[in-house]
């Protein structure tokens, strides 16, 4: 290792600010995202965290395509309902960093962040080792789990699964949500490479929850390399909805009617399934107070904010936003029954100067997802888009404005598109452009949702 990173002076230090310590893990490692865990094993056994994991808790493991923070965001909620002292470790964060990091439900503190950061560093200096920025702060999310004596350990995937940094921990439950094409520059351009990744999670004779009814190969042939017990949506449990506040769920066991959650309905049965599966103490009283309670930033996220109605979801790729119709589609049709009913009870006046009820899109991606698609997919929904507003995330991999201007030109209008140089400044002119009655959906990126919300609670918005 070179000397640099031995006697670094920028270091931080305990009574440095957490965002000078995400600072400085963003510029000590020469790329952002760095897949192995050769690197990081040495510093997670220096941390003591592998071990912690394996003698003193449960985990749940997560990976797939789409759905992991839903699922994962359940698991754990079910888990505290139940009296266990949770873990949740989830990414990435829409607003700020310590949302990755919760232990029962609340984000830690910037100084128990800081101490964390503190003893990986040591430990990576000590094993003269580089980390990037992901390996670096899941280390110190695991060692603040460790730290704290957690019954149960709720781990999401970063990315695949074989050689994400949370692989570095055995997990005594797997859920792998679905397998669809993303990041194909790290995990492959088909499910069968994509799939091989993910089931990297698998350990010899867990149990795994599979949330989608087709299965790749290479799944399987993980399943059967590892002889663990497979839970199969479609096969081994399956869900429905039973109206606007309930649903059903069953298996071989049970079957149980219960309180609709805020999030999607596949996840939650998902997460469902691998409580039950585990060796868990979880009754029914507890997942119904869960179920109650479980809710998720920007997924799926109704809010009303500065008079308007805002829905904020982050699909990114195809499948993600087959999720967010399925659900959006029946939303609409509340939405628009629910503003018949308030004009029934408003003035002529008003009704005369009211024009129907319209979605405007706030929109954004990385240049690197595929763009396309999820712009065909939605302008294809037969949903009464009116508008769409597009601008640049604040990120090195974004699309450029002028990118996602062409691609929307293919599919709309050129008049149906506005565009601005900055994410605050397209959500300002949404709020301007629309009504009351409107529906404003924000989509497309982590990023995008972040972006947003930050330019909603901003004092110098209207």
């Known amino acids: 290792m070179s000397d640099s990173l031995l ?26 995202i760095d897949m192995g865990l050769s690197r990081v094993l040495p510093v997670a056994e220096a941390l003591g965290v592998v071990q912690s994991a394996k003698d003193d808790a449960y985990v749940f493991t997560v990976a797939g395509t789409n759905g992991k923070g839903s699922t994962t965001a359940v698991i754990a909620q079910m888990c505290q309902a139940a009296g266990y002292k949770t873990a949740l470790y989830q990414s990435p964060h829409l607003s700020v960093f310590n949302e990755r990091v919760r232990i029962n439900g609340e984000m830690v503190s ?85 799939g091989r990744e993910k089931a990297g999670i698998l350990r010899d004779g867990i149990s795994v929850v599979y949330g989608a009814t087709a299965m790749p190969v290479s799944v399987q042939q993980a399943i059967d390399k590892h002889q663990a017990t497979c839970y199969q949506v479609g096969q081994d449990f399956d869900y429905r909805e039973v109206d606007a506040s309930a649903w059903q769920y069953s298996n071989a066991a049970v079957t149980m009617q219960l309180p609709r959650p805020a ?40 809010r009303k904010m500065h008079n308007r109605h805002w829905l904020f979801d982050v699909a990114h790729n195809e499948q993600g936003v087959e999720f967010l119709l399925a659900q959006l589609l029946p939303l609409w049709q509340q939405h628009l029954a629910n503003q018949s009913s308030s004009q029934n009870s408003s003035s002529l ?30 302008t294809e929904a037969g949903l009464p888009i009116s508008d769409w507003f597009v601008a640049e995330i604040d990120y090195p991999r974004a699309a450029s404005t002028e990118h996602l201007q062409g691609i929307l030109s293919s599919y709309v209008d050129d008049a149906q598109i506005h565009d601005f140089a900055r994410l605050k400044d397209a959500t300002q002119a949404v709020i301007n452009d629309s009504q009351p009655q409107d529906l404003i959906v924000v989509c497309g990126s982590f990023h995008t949702i972040g972006e947003a919300l930050a330019a909603l609670v901003a004092d110098n918005l209207n």
């Open 7 to 32: 006697s670094n002076p920028n270091t931080p230090n305990n009574h440095s600010s957490l965002t000078e310590w995400l600072d400085y893990m963003q510029q000590i490692h020469v790329s952002a």
């Open 110 to 194: 910037d100084e128990t962040l800081i101490e964390a950061f503190s003893k990986v560093e040591a430990a990576r200096l000590a094993c003269e080792l580089t980390l990037s920025f992901f390996e670096m702060t899941t280390l110190a999310a695991l060692l603040i789990f460790a730290e704290a004596d957690c019954d149960v350990w709720v781990l999401e995937v970063g990315l695949g699964g074989r050689l994400d940094v949370v692989n570095i921990i055995d997990p005594d439950m797997a859920v792998i949500t679905n397998i669809a094409i993303d990041h194909v520059d790290w995990l492959g351009d088909n499910v069968e490479d994509i």
């Open 263 to 302: 999030l999607s309905l596949t996840n939650t049965a998902n997460a469902l399934s691998a409580v039950l599966a585990s060796s868990l103490n979880v009754d029914s009283t507890a997942i119904e107070q869960a179920l109650q309670a479980v809710k998720l930033a920007g997924r799926f996220d109704y």
């Open 349 to 378: 006046t008003d009704q005369a100067h009211s024009k129907p009820a319209s979605i405007k899109m706030l929109f954004s991606m990385l240049g690197d997802k595929d763009i396309n698609k999820v712009v065909q997919r939605l």
